[in-house]
């Protein structure tokens, strides 16, 4: 028999990327996780990553370190900028935007699927609990896949590896509904901007996050 597709998965450890993930290996791909510890305050959702991925089935997980807190700029980078816990204002790119994260992140996949022959690059991002990222949106994907086929050797051959961000436009719910359909360990996914041992309960994540799994029954 043919080896399976093969797709490179963003695992956070968060909910949104673990549910990307197994909805990947539900649609027949082999998936290889990659983490990146960018110095995040919440450096728990790299532990969370590393206990998910044998959990999913992930055939390899990696994590590798790119220091985007070396120059700050983020609620998520930068101890002295709080993290915002009065919830997401409308038009208004929250504090917790890390400069170019996703546009880092994304590139360095590509290199991945590239290197490994991937015919896919799954993302957890989702546009609908934080408009506000402007790297979480439908027409930056779009964007970076006209990148991705212009700047490899793959795209220019015909065969980039395409972005899939299959929970871009869904709500909160409806991911938490789909992650327990699919038998994602929910419990333990980290969602919390905080970088404590237990999550706080309060930043915009956490509140998503909880008002989703109540609203699922969870």
Known sequence: MPAPPLAIALLSGGLDSATASALAIEAGYQVIGLSLDYGQ??????????????LLGLAEHHTIAVNLAAWGGSALTDTAIAVPSAGVEAGVIPS???????????????????????????LGVNAVDYSGYPDCRPDYLEAFQTLAELASKSGREGHAAQLWAPLVNWSKTRIVQEARRLGVPIERTWSCYEGGEQPCGVCDSCRIRDAALLEAGV
């Not at 919440?42 to 969370?48: G, P, S």
């Open 41 to 54: 305050r919440h450096r728990r959702e790299l532990q969370a990553a590393a206990e998910l991925a044998p």
């Open 96 to 122: 917790t935007y890390v400069p170019g994260r996703n546009t880092v992140f994304i590139a360095l996949a590509l290199s991945l699927a590239e290197a490994r022959g991937a015919q896919k690059l799954v």
